[in-house]
């Protein structure tokens, strides 16, 4: 069992930067692939990064890659997603998630365990 939460989210403006952490328990955590996934209002749940479990390997989408970055610290049982050069359409509730296998982590219906997310608002 692996219990996960974020921390992080807020409101900036357009151009700025935040970064969200997510914590988890449990002594497992170094053997899962973790993920952000992101969900806007009125829209469907989509993948943002992901990391393999020892951080060798990680994956983005296009609409992120070059500005976000995801890391993971083992020994915090941390993984964090810094987004720079935020736009107003990377607004939504960001979720992080833990995978068991380390494949297929761009999709949500492949991860075991979920938090429940934090808000992140980009302004105009």
């Known amino acids: 069992q692996v219990q996960l939460v974020e921390s992080g989210g807020g409101l900036v403006q357009a151009g700025g930067s935040l970064r969200l952490s997510c914590a988890a328990s449990?002594?497992?955590?170094?053997?899962?692939?973790m993920g952000w996934f992101r969900q806007a209002p009125g829209k469907e749940r989509e993948f943002v990064a992901a990391?393999?479990?020892?951080?060798?390997?990680?994956y983005y989408a296009d609409s992120v890659k070059g500005r976000f970055t995801i890391s993971r610290d083992n020994a915090k049982n941390t993984v964090d997603l810094q987004m720079n050069s935020l736009k107003p359409e990377d607004t939504a509730v960001y979720y992080c998630?833990?995978?068991?296998?380390?494949?297929?982590?761009?999709?949500?219906?492949?991860?075991?365990?979920w938090g429940r997310g934090t808000q992140v608002t980009v302004s105009s």
């Open positions: 449990g002594r497992t955590f170094s053997s899962y692939a």
């Open positions: 990391i393999n479990w020892s951080g060798g390997s990680t």
């Open positions: 998630a833990a995978e068991a296998t380390g494949w297929g982590l761009n999709r949500g219906n492949r991860y075991d365990y």
